[in-house]
């Protein structure tokens, strides 16, 4: 079992940044895989970045790509997403998920933060 408690969430302004956190409880968390959706008011949960932990590979969501960065601290067993650039439209709930690599779906989500950017 992983669980993942992220922080960092807030209200900002557009153009500011902030970052997020994700905490796993996990000793270890070679080929998992970690990642970001999101859920804005009314709209599907999106994606938003990933991270394969052992390799650092990543990639992200058209929207997101130029903008935010996700990275991680093997030593703190946490993830984060940086966030620059900030758009109204980046306005949701962040959730921190996390999967085994071979798995087909996240099996792992946080009970999210909210990021709200204001005009």
């Known amino acids: 079992q992983v669980q993942l408690v992220e922080s960092g969430g807030g209200l900002v302004q557009a153009g500011g940044s902030l970052r997020l956190s994700c905490a796993a409880s996990?000793?270890?968390?070679?080929?998992?895989?970690m990642g970001w959706f999101r859920q804005a008011p009314g709209k599907e949960r999106e994606f938003v970045a990933f991270i394969a932990w052992t390799r650092g590979t990543t990639a992200y969501a058209d929207s997101v790509k130029g903008r935010f960065t996700i990275s991680r601290d093997n030593a703190k067993n946490t993830v984060y997403l940086q966030m620059n650039s900030l758009k109204l439209e980046d306005t949701a709930v962040y959730y921190c998920?996390?999967?085994?690599?071979?798995?087909?779906?996240?099996?792992?989500w946080g009970q999210g933060t909210q990021v709200t950017v204001t005009s």
């Open positions: 996990r000793p270890t968390f070679s080929n998992y895989f």
């Open positions: 998920v996390a999967k085994i690599a071979s798995a087909s779906g996240w099996d792992y």
